[in-house]
């Protein structure tokens, strides 16, 4: 039976990606090694970083004096190397969501954390946005998208210092201005490659403003120094990540799939507003993820989630299961996952309204 794959990472990759990766797994063109063979400063792995880092500038229109890194760690790492890097006296956050609390966690060692604004009082189901960030930080941290709870924030916020996000989950989705940057990062394992590497991008004047003495593999300027190969690299998933680049670029870049996700994610919404047994979970249309949509059982309902979820899983609908802080379901709509999938979950979810209500 054919697997509509929802997770909510590591997720559905392209087809490309996967199919190429394999390839190479197997032999890196012809060169008689597998790409998990060869040496990360050889002129083969050369090409394939810099063609990766490249393909970023482009399809996210980075502008000049920005870096791309690819490194290890996961956006957990720089939780950390985010404070270390741009946190003299106070850094202000917005406190979206699971991620922002562990980022915010990780600030608090370097000293004052000013969370401006929280959705918290509402279990994460909105976007603040009536808030001020004060002057005197030294930046402010977002995350733009909440996998957890199913919130998205789509504009880009104005703000009179340097702006850091953690876009992990929704890089690629749909342009991003990154002008309006200092940094942004994200582990890759949603909509870039298998997990392992992460992406920052990173303004170079913005950085070497802390007084502190910055461990090695801490700082930003040695990655930028050393163009990523300071250490070992994950090889492996950066040959991922740059297949991946390719497909978006092929899929129209960042504005072709911002219009397939928008187009999967109204499909999603109107299906669970429609449907009498189900309801979202984030209420205002304007905070509502597109990549991963969040909804509950009505209340008449909710002792039938445990059936829809064995329904679904039985048609073929993998991970659906929302994260035990929200409950109900999540079905995540990333880049990779194709339309037909959106409509088999519409099926399935029409198929058991017909049996229950
Ligand atoms: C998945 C996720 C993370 C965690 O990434 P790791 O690579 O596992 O450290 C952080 N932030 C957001 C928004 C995420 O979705």
Redesign the pocket.
């Known amino acids: 039976m054919k697997k509509h794959n929802f997770y909510a990472?590591p997720s559905i990759m392209p087809q490309y990606t996967v199919d190429k990766t394999a390839e190479a797994i197997k032999e890196l063109d012809n060169t008689g090694l597998s790409v998990m063979e060869i040496s990360h400063r050889s002129k083969e792995f050369d090409q394939i970083i810099k063609e990766a880092q490249q393909l970023f500038k482009d399809l996210l229109d980075i502008p000049d004096g920005y870096h791309v890194l690819l490194l290890g760690g996961?956006?957990?790492?720089q939780f950390l190397m985010v404070p270390y890097n741009f946190f003299n006296k106070k850094a202000a956050y917005l406190n979206t969501g699971n991620?922002a609390k562990?980022a915010i966690k990780e600030a608090k060692f370097f000293g004052d954390v000013d969370v401006v604004a929280s959705s918290e009082d509402k279990n994460f189901t909105y976007i603040p946005r009536d808030y001020k960030v004060p002057g005197d930080a030294d930046y402010f941290h977002i995350?733009s998208?909440?996998?957890i709870y199913g919130t998205e924030l789509k504009e880009d916020p104005d703000v009179n210092m340097p702006l850091i996000a953690?876009m992990?989950?929704d890089i690629l989705s749909r342009p991003v201005d990154v002008s309006k940057y200092d940094l942004i990062y994200?582990?890759a394992?949603?909509n870039l490659a298998p997990?392992g590497v992460?992406f920052v991008i990173v303004k170079e004047e913005a950085l070497g403003k802390v007084d502190r003495p910055i461990p090695t593999m801490m700082d930003y300027q040695t990655h930028i120094k050393k163009e990523s190969l300071f250490n070992t690299p994950p090889v492996v998933p950066i040959y991922s990540a740059l297949q991946t680049l390719k497909w978006v670029k092929q899929q129209g870049g960042v504005e072709g799939m911002n219009k397939i996700n928008n187009e999967k994610a109204r499909m999603m919404y109107e299906e669970i507003e429609r449907n009498k047994l189900f309801t979202p979970n984030i209420e205002h249309e304007q905070d509502r993820s597109i990549m991963n949509v969040t909804f509950v059982m009505n209340d008449d309902y909710k002792d039938l989630e445990k059936e829809f979820l064995d329904f679904a899983t039985e048609r073929g609908m993998i991970g659906i299961k929302g994260h035990r802080s929200v409950g109900g379901f999540r079905a995540s709509l990333y880049n990779a996952l194709p339309k037909e999938s959106v409509q088999a979950l519409i099926d399935v979810m029409q198929e058991f309204e017909n049996k229950k209500a």
Do not use: I, P
């Not at 996961?74 to 790492?77: D, P, Q, V």
């Open positions: 990472g996961g956006a957990s790492t991620w562990k995350t998208n909440n996998t953690d992990s989950s994200g582990g394992q949603k997990a992460t």
